[in-house]
């Protein structure tokens, strides 16, 4: 029987297995917000966001409420890594009665406590009286809590059951109590269980602590969760401290084939059968129990304490934890075992002695077993959300089990290394309590709303409000009106070119056309068939020497021509004279579709007698001194109208053409009414808007902040540009570079260590962003990132700096949505409709790789243009595609 009763008590290994995964899915249960009602693994948030780094400084109060006693704890930190606090306390008795009585008496109690303690402790050189004193309230109670400093009682338990505090803010209660005692310099600004002062009480400097397993009366573990795991939280990035309420597990049937007859006793004769089932097999308050309800079932299988009265037995908790524990600790002999059973008014022989010891073993090492079970799942789950393949982590450990029972840790270690082999975890002991850790969070917390604020005062400039983008919109509308007016364009900074294109593709074009693309990355030479069954298109790559881009236009002609030759050769079309469509991205005054002046060079080029000159011209020219008769160019166009007809092609709506890249433009379909520039009425025209230089007359110098005006000074086209320059690739990530720099002077990151290789202009590449950007699993690339740039950033650091991230891209989705939001309102408008349903055809790597970008424009244009219904077409190689569209349509047309 005894054998029976021990293999009942002993788990086996793959049981552990089981439970588990049982618990990581009670765990994940507690963090959905749709399952979190029904989980019996609560997971409460604690909105705490951080563990302590060390720098933690000041005076910090603490009140802690317990069983029968309030305890006032004055901790002084000295921003040295947390190593000697200075720590002063007091213990106060509750009055009888007052935990059952009412509410508000019991709060004033523990304010006048708090008074009383500052008036004995506080002279004028711990504390200046004018300073004023937070608070961290430790109330081990269920509370479902919205903020650090706010948080309803859910229910009473280990004896309270004070009138008129369920459903209420207990923060709220201690502070007007406070108030009442006149210490208005006292601050309640944290509220938290013990379990989590457990935690940071373990947190010293360079050795933070994520996890705490409390293994006392009841039994409950905390640890540091990914912040956009916790969905019963608001908060989204960083880590956030989840209480887990672990007490309740198994309470739905979990548990229920590794329980025993003699916990199915121990839990019918509770107060709350059928609850708490895990904390029942683990927690102090019933190790005892289980050995009790052991002991009478063995006994009356005869298997122990034959031939003696064990009426005593019979009595709820004579038998308590430490009985159990004074019989276990001793490792050689009964002799301790004999005179605890005597104390109890036992007689036990020898071998009662013996067999009475192996069931304590047995029981006390189950929970110790079971609480490395639920470690272990903590530890894997960690483990799996970080997306680490090994998790190293420190883990507090406090209680009455963990410092009675020697071989506890040692249980919790091993066991826990089995079930999750790929987590070593460090035990660290709690040293002073929870009083010490409360007083931490409080620091932690000032520390961080003070980081909070300096943060918003950096990035504040950069938040645009609905208005701010208003009028930018209308800003926007308002420039496009003069560069289109015959007499304003002169003065516009928003040039609205003409570019002669006056159809969209209808799908019905057919045909081979040649096509050029220059003043992208690449030159290249394309063959583009348009056919019933779709576009096919076949293209080479050329280089232009530098001696050629800067050598004379004659040249670098004559090096095209060539090019063309050698396409045409190698693709066999020598024979035929096929119309091109040549896309030249450099900015052109355009006077027909195949004739268009370089207004200047740009991106490097500065070839001789081009500016001025008639683009397509000088390719004709050369063509002639080539003598390559088979040439037909029919359309110049930019690389905004190659995108537009692209994307035309497959969607009549296409009336927009956008570029996110490394610069910003876009082009669209105007009424010819509205063009002054360009002869005639009739039919529409699209317009290059070369929308990049918005703001260069000084228009939009009330959103540039100091970041902007340090990026535009060190280019080389200083003043120019402005509005590309808050948006495109070229510049993102230069702007988020200079945040860096002003937040860590500040001391706001990276410990205020800057490296030598941040302070290099454009080392920080806009593709960056969009890896720190990317959701949840993305921190490891960050700190990659920081690496290759000489940075040793810390959690925090990395969610700061993905916060900065964030802030820089989105303001420039939502300038460009302010930008669309006035060209598709001015459409709108044209056709004289209540709703516009359009599409824009769009390039650009920004706009194509950034994970947000493009939601972010399209949400900010849904709300500033609502009576406009705008989707958006990736484009696929516009500036090929799109030229030979463009020379279709003329063909077409014509
Ligand atoms: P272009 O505009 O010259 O035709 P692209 O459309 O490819 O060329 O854009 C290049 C720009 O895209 C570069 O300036 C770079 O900063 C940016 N970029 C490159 N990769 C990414 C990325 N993964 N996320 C965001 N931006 C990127
Ligand atoms: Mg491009």
């Given at each position: 029987?005894?054998?029976?009763?021990?293999?009942?008590?002993?788990?086996?290994?793959?049981?552990?297995?089981?439970?588990?995964?049982?618990?990581?899915?009670?765990?994940?249960?507690?963090?959905?917000?749709?399952?979190?009602?029904?989980?019996?693994?609560?997971?409460?948030?604690?909105?705490?966001?951080?563990?302590?780094?060390?720098?933690?400084?000041?005076?910090?109060?603490?009140?802690?409420?317990?069983?029968?006693?309030?305890?006032?704890?004055?901790?002084?930190?000295?921003?040295?890594?947390?190593?000697?606090?200075?720590?002063?306390?007091?213990?106060?008795?509750?009055?009888?009665?007052?935990?059952?009585?009412?509410?508000?008496?019991?709060?004033?109690?523990?304010?006048?406590?708090?008074?009383?303690?500052?008036?004995?402790?506080?002279?004028?050189?711990?504390?200046?009286?004018?300073?004023?004193?937070?608070?961290?309230?430790?109330?081990?109670?269920?509370?479902?809590?919205?903020?650090?400093?706010?948080?309803?009682?859910?229910?009473?338990?280990?004896?309270?059951?004070?009138?008129?505090?369920?459903?209420?803010?207990?923060?709220?209660?201690?502070?007007?109590?406070?108030?009442?005692?006149?210490?208005?310099?006292?601050?309640?600004?944290?509220?938290?269980?013990?379990?989590?002062?457990?935690?940071?009480?373990?947190?010293?400097?360079?050795?933070?602590?994520?996890?705490?397993?409390?293994?006392?009366?009841?039994?409950?573990?905390?640890?540091?969760?990914?912040?956009?795991?916790?969905?019963?939280?608001?908060?989204?990035?960083?880590?956030?401290?989840?209480?887990?309420?672990?007490?309740?597990?198994?309470?739905?049937?979990?548990?229920?084939?590794?329980?025993?007859?003699?916990?199915?006793?121990?839990?019918?004769?509770?107060?709350?059968?059928?609850?708490?089932?895990?904390?029942?097999?683990?927690?102090?308050?019933?190790?005892?129990?289980?050995?009790?309800?052991?002991?009478?079932?063995?006994?009356?299988?005869?298997?122990?304490?034959?031939?003696?009265?064990?009426?005593?037995?019979?009595?709820?908790?004579?038998?308590?934890?430490?009985?159990?524990?004074?019989?276990?600790?001793?490792?050689?002999?009964?002799?301790?075992?004999?005179?605890?059973?005597?104390?109890?008014?036992?007689?036990?022989?020898?071998?009662?002695?013996?067999?009475?010891?192996?069931?304590?073993?047995?029981?006390?090492?189950?929970?110790?077993?079971?609480?490395?079970?639920?470690?272990?799942?903590?530890?894997?789950?960690?483990?799996?959300?970080?997306?680490?393949?090994?998790?190293?982590?420190?883990?507090?450990?406090?209680?009455?089990?963990?410092?009675?029972?020697?071989?506890?840790?040692?249980?919790?270690?091993?066991?826990?290394?089995?079930?999750?082999?790929?987590?070593?975890?460090?035990?660290?002991?709690?040293?002073?309590?929870?009083?010490?850790?409360?007083?931490?969070?409080?620091?932690?917390?000032?520390?961080?709303?003070?980081?909070?604020?300096?943060?918003?005062?950096?990035?504040?400039?950069?938040?645009?409000?609905?208005?701010?983008?208003?009028?930018?919109?209308?800003?926007?509308?308002?420039?496009?009106?003069?560069?289109?007016?015959?007499?304003?364009?002169?003065?516009?900074?928003?040039?609205?070119?003409?570019?002669?294109?006056?159809?969209?593709?209808?799908?019905t074009e057919r045909g081979d056309f040649l096509a050029l693309d220059l003043g992208g990355t690449n030159f290249r030479v394309l063959v583009v068939r348009v056919t019933e069954e779709g576009i096919s298109m076949a293209s080479e790559i050329y280089v232009i020497p530098a001696s050629i881009m800067r050598g004379t236009g004659e040249g670098l002609f004559d090096h095209i021509i060539d090019c063309i030759v050698d396409f045409q050769t190698k693709?066999?079309?020598?024979?035929?004279?096929?119309?091109?469509?040549?896309?030249?991205?450099?900015?052109?005054?355009?006077?027909?579709?195949?004739?268009?002046?370089?207004?200047?060079?740009?991106?490097?080029?500065?070839?001789?007698?081009?500016?001025?000159?008639?683009?397509?011209?000088?390719?004709?020219?050369?063509?002639?001194?080539?003598?390559?008769?088979?040439?037909?160019?029919?359309?110049?166009?930019?690389?905004?109208?190659?995108?537009?007809?692209?994307?035309?092609?497959?969607?009549?709506?296409?009336?927009?053409?956008?570029?996110?890249?490394?610069?910003?433009?876009?082009?669209?379909?105007?009424?010819?009414?509205?063009?002054?520039?360009?002869?005639?009425?009739?039919?529409?025209?699209?317009?290059?808007?070369?929308?990049?230089?918005?703001?260069?007359?000084?228009?939009?110098?009330?959103?540039?902040?100091?970041?902007?005006?340090?990026?535009?000074?060190?280019?080389?086209?200083?003043?120019?540009?402005?509005?590309?320059?808050?948006?495109?690739?070229?510049?993102?990530?230069?702007?988020?570079?200079?945040?860096?720099?002003?937040?860590?002077?500040?001391?706001?990151?990276?410990?205020?260590?800057?490296?030598?290789?941040?302070?290099?202009?454009?080392?920080?590449?806009?593709?960056?962003?969009?890896?720190?950007?990317?959701?949840?699993?993305?921190?490891?690339?960050?700190?990659?990132?920081?690496?290759?740039?000489?940075?040793?950033?810390?959690?925090?650091?990395?969610?700061?700096?993905?916060?900065?991230?964030?802030?820089?891209?989105?303001?420039?989705?939502?300038?460009?949505?302010?930008?669309?939001?006035?060209?598709?309102?001015?459409?709108?408008?044209?056709?004289?409709?209540?709703?516009?349903?359009?599409?824009?055809?769009?390039?650009?790597?920004?706009?194509?790789?950034?994970?947000?970008?493009?939601?972010?424009?399209?949400?900010?244009?849904?709300?500033?243009?609502?009576?406009?219904?705008?989707?958006?077409?990736?484009?696929?190689?516009?500036?090929?595609?799109?030229?030979?569209l463009v020379a279709a349509v003329a063909c077409r047309t014509a």
């Amino acid at each position: 029987q005894i054998q029976r009763a021990l293999r009942s008590l002993c788990i086996p290994l793959e049981r552990l297995h089981i439970m588990k995964g049982h618990m990581m899915q009670d765990m994940c249960k507690g963090l959905s917000r749709q399952t979190h009602a029904q989980a019996k693994v609560r997971m409460l948030p604690t909105y705490i966001c951080s563990t302590p780094n060390g720098t933690e400084k000041g005076n910090f109060l603490v009140v802690e409420l317990c069983q029968n006693q309030v305890r006032t704890l004055l901790v002084t930190l000295y921003g040295d890594g947390n190593m000697s606090p200075q720590m002063m306390y007091k213990i106060f008795d509750m009055p009888e009665g007052m935990m059952q009585g009412d509410g508000e008496a019991l709060f004033d109690f523990i304010a006048q406590c708090v008074s009383q303690f500052l008036a004995e402790t506080i002279t004028p050189d711990t504390c200046n009286s004018e300073e004023r004193l937070p608070l961290g309230f430790v109330f081990p109670f269920t509370c479902r809590q919205t903020q650090l400093d706010k948080a309803e009682l859910l229910s009473w338990s280990k004896g309270f059951s004070c009138s008129g505090v369920v459903g209420k803010d207990v923060v709220q209660m201690l502070q007007s109590a406070i108030n009442k005692q006149e210490l208005s310099h006292v601050d309640v600004v944290a509220l938290m269980n013990d379990t989590v002062g457990t935690m940071m009480t373990c947190c010293t400097e360079g050795r933070p602590c994520e996890i705490a397993v409390v293994a006392d009366k009841g039994s409950n573990c905390c640890f540091m969760a990914e912040a956009y795991l916790v969905e019963t939280a608001e908060e989204t990035s960083g880590r956030m401290c989840v209480n887990t309420e672990w007490g309740c597990f198994g309470d739905d049937g979990t548990l229920n084939d590794i329980l025993t007859p003699y916990d199915e006793s121990v839990d019918e004769e509770s107060s709350n059968p059928g609850e708490k089932r895990f904390e029942k097999l683990v927690g102090t308050l019933y190790l005892g129990e289980i050995v009790r309800h052991a002991l009478i079932a063995l006994t009356a299988e005869k298997a122990v304490f034959t031939g003696t009265d064990i009426a005593v037995l019979k009595e709820k908790g004579v038998f308590t934890i430490q009985h159990v524990l004074d019989i276990i600790n001793n490792e050689d002999g009964t002799t301790d075992v004999k005179r605890v059973l005597e104390v109890l008014g036992l007689q036990p022989s020898e071998r009662d002695c013996g067999r009475v010891q192996q069931i304590c073993r047995a029981v006390v090492g189950r929970a110790a077993t079971l609480h490395a079970v639920g470690l272990a799942a903590i530890l894997s789950y960690m483990c799996q959300t970080r997306d680490m393949e090994t998790l190293m982590v420190n883990v507090g450990v406090d209680g009455e089990l963990y410092k009675g029972y020697s071989r506890f840790e040692e249980i919790l270690q091993s066991v826990s290394r089995l079930l999750s082999p790929e987590c070593l975890a460090t035990l660290l002991p709690s040293r002073d309590g929870s009083g010490r850790g409360a007083a931490m969070v409080t620091a932690v917390a000032l520390r961080l709303a003070a980081q909070r604020r300096a943060v918003n005062e950096v990035l504040g400039p950069l938040r645009l409000t609905r208005a701010d983008l208003e009028k930018v919109q209308a800003l926007m509308r308002q420039e496009m009106e003069r560069g289109l007016g015959k007499h304003t364009n002169a003065s516009a900074s928003v040039r609205m070119l003409p570019t002669y294109v006056s159809h969209t593709p209808d799908g019905t074009e057919r045909g081979d056309f040649l096509a050029l693309d220059l003043g992208g990355t690449n030159f290249r030479v394309l063959v583009v068939r348009v056919t019933e069954e779709g576009i096919s298109m076949a293209s080479e790559i050329y280089v232009i020497p530098a001696s050629i881009m800067r050598g004379t236009g004659e040249g670098l002609f004559d090096h095209i021509i060539d090019c063309i030759v050698d396409f045409q050769t190698k693709q066999n079309l020598m024979t035929q004279t096929l119309p091109l469509g040549f896309t030249f991205s450099f900015p052109c005054q355009q006077v027909g579709l195949d004739k268009a002046l370089l207004l200047t060079w740009t991106k490097g080029f500065t070839a001789s007698d081009c500016v001025g000159h008639d683009v397509v011209q000088l390719l004709r020219d050369a063509a002639r001194r080539k003598q390559h008769s088979g040439l037909q160019v029919v359309a110049l166009l930019n690389d905004t109208v190659g995108t537009m007809m692209s994307c035309g092609y497959d969607d009549p709506k296409c009336e927009i053409g956008l570029i996110v890249g490394t610069g910003t433009n876009a082009c669209y379909m105007e009424e010819m009414k509205n063009v002054g520039t360009v002869e005639g009425d009739q039919g529409r025209m699209c317009i290059n808007m070369e929308w990049g230089a918005f703001g260069d007359n000084g228009c939009l110098d009330h959103i540039f902040t100091h970041f902007d005006r340090v990026v535009d000074e060190t280019t080389i086209n200083p003043g120019k540009q402005r509005f590309e320059k808050l948006i495109s690739g070229m510049y993102l990530g230069e702007i988020v570079r200079q945040i860096l720099l002003v937040m860590t002077e500040k001391q706001l990151l990276f410990q205020g260590r800057v490296s030598s290789k941040l302070q290099t202009r454009n080392i920080f590449q806009t593709k960056f962003l969009s890896t720190i950007e990317l959701n949840g699993l993305a921190l490891r690339q960050i700190r990659t990132i920081l690496k290759e740039l000489e940075l040793d950033a810390s959690f925090e650091d990395s969610v700061l700096l993905r916060e900065v991230c964030q802030a820089v891209s989105l303001r420039a989705a939502q300038l460009c949505a302010a930008g669309l939001a006035a060209v598709v309102e001015k459409m709108r408008e044209n056709r004289g409709l209540d709703r516009l349903s359009i599409s824009v055809g769009v390039d650009g790597t920004l706009y194509k790789l950034h994970p947000c970008f493009s939601q972010n424009l399209q949400k900010t244009l849904k709300d500033l243009a609502p009576n406009c219904d705008v989707s958006f077409h990736l484009s696929e190689d516009g500036s090929g595609k799109g030229a030979a569209l463009v020379a279709a349509v003329a063909c077409r047309t014509a």
